[in-house]
């Protein structure tokens, strides 16, 4: 099946400082990505879609200035979670969308961001 | 709006059958995914069902009434390992995935 993998898999930052997370589709192809947010005992928060060659869009409430994506290549996606704070320690996931056979999404493994 | 319902939470006893059901209302309709996810780890792909009717997977089978904008998931002969949260998701008519919170299923022996 088709792989996505993602690193760091856990970072710990200081507040104020920028963390950059990548998230690769490894045996296949992706015009679309996803980065979800997931607070503990909460569901999968959906932050932007990332399209490869354009800009994300973003979902409401989600500060596009402070989360920046891009999505350079058919493989890879990177999320820049700018001047991090104690608020901002969560589990983000990426998702690739598989065209095949059902359009759905394949996950990387996650990354886990505490700010302190 | 859109909108996915799912229990909160459910429990179940080790060996027996526990069936989770989600109800959707979307904008259109290109299908729905049944993810599995373990606690601390990414989602996982369970199940896909555009058409009405049962799929069947060894111990899991999904159901889908697009009539009724339902769906369940059964997970028979319960494992321990089976303890986890169960997302559903309903591709919308922009093909973008609405998601529901999430059923966690907690076993018991």
């Known amino acids: 099946g088709a792989v996505v993998s993602q690193h760091p898999s856990r970072v710990i930052c200081k507040s104020g400082t920028s963390v950059k997370i990548e998230c690769r589709s490894l045996?296949?192809?992706?015009?679309?990505m996803f980065w979800y947010r997931q607070f503990p005992k909460q569901s999968l928060m959906l932050m932007a879609t990332?399209?490869?060659?354009?800009?994300?869009?973003?979902e409401q409430g989600v500060e596009k200035d402070k989360f920046l994506i891009n999505h350079a290549s058919l493989t890879l996606s990177t999320l820049t979670v700018t001047s991090a704070h104690p608020e901002d320690s969560s589990f983000y996931i990426c998702?690739?969308?598989?065209?095949?056979?059902?359009?759905?999404?394949?996950f990387g493994p996650g990354t886990r961001l505490t700010v302190l | 709006g859109q909108n996915i319902d799912q229990p909160t939470e459910m429990t179940a006893t080790e060996g027996a059958i526990v069936q989770i059901n989600c109800t959707y209302q979307?904008?259109?309709?290109?299908?729905l995914f049944w993810y599995q996810q373990h606690a601390g780890e990414a989602p996982t792909f369970l199940s896909y069902?555009?058409l009405d009717g049962l799929e069947e997977k060894g111990r899991f089978s999904s159901f889908l009434s697009r009539s009724k904008g339902y769906s369940y998931l059964l997970l028979k002969e319960l494992q321990m390992k089976d303890s986890a949260s169960y997302l559903c998701?309903?591709?919308?008519?922009?093909?973008?995935?609405?998601w529901g919170a999430g059923t966690k299923l907690i076993i018991k022996p």
């Open positions: 069902n555009v």
């Open positions: 979307t904008s259109g309709f290109n299908g």
């Open positions: 045996d296949f192809q992706a015009t679309t």
């Open positions: 998702s690739a969308r598989y065209l095949e056979p059902y359009n759905e999404q394949f």
């Open positions: 990332s399209n490869e060659g354009s800009k994300a869009t973003y």
């Open positions: 998701a309903v591709v919308d008519s922009n093909y973008q995935l609405i």
